[in-house]
């Protein structure tokens, strides 16, 4: 089992800047592909970016150049740094951890943080 935690969510000015973090406990191997995903009220659930053991990330077109993906993998942990926010990033933000072992599947994810961006 993994649990995340979240957290660095909170109100911003359009044009500024946060750093979320989550923070996985239990084992986090090296085949997880942990990410950020997104939910904005009345929407569906969008990924924002994910990044694997090795680095490799992959973006939403609509934060690539100005969000960031990174991860310590030895602190289990996975960073999301957001630079120049806009008003429709506000949203949930979710930690999610994707585990592929043989045919099987599992998705964890984290309780959310949400972020506001407004003047």
């Known amino acids: 089992q993994v649990q995340l935690v979240e957290s660095g969510g909170g109100l911003v000015q359009p044009g500024g800047s946060l750093r979320l973090s989550c923070v996985a406990s239990g084992s986090i191997f090296s085949g997880d592909v942990m990410g950020w995903y997104r939910q904005a009220p009345g929407k569906q659930r969008e990924l924002v970016a994910t990044?694997?053991?090795?680095?490799?990330?992959n973006y939403a077109d609509s934060v690539k150049g100005r969000f960031t993906i990174s991860r310590d993998n030895a602190k289990n942990t996975v960073y999301l740094q957001m630079n120049s926010l806009k008003p429709e990033d506000t949203a949930v933000y979710y930690c999610?951890?994707?585990?592929?072992?043989?045919?099987?599947?599992?998705?964890?994810w984290g309780q959310g943080t949400q972020v506001t961006v407004s003047s």
């Open positions: 999610s951890v994707k585990r592929r072992i043989l045919l099987t599947t599992s998705d964890y």
């Open positions: 990044i694997t053991s090795g680095t490799t990330t």
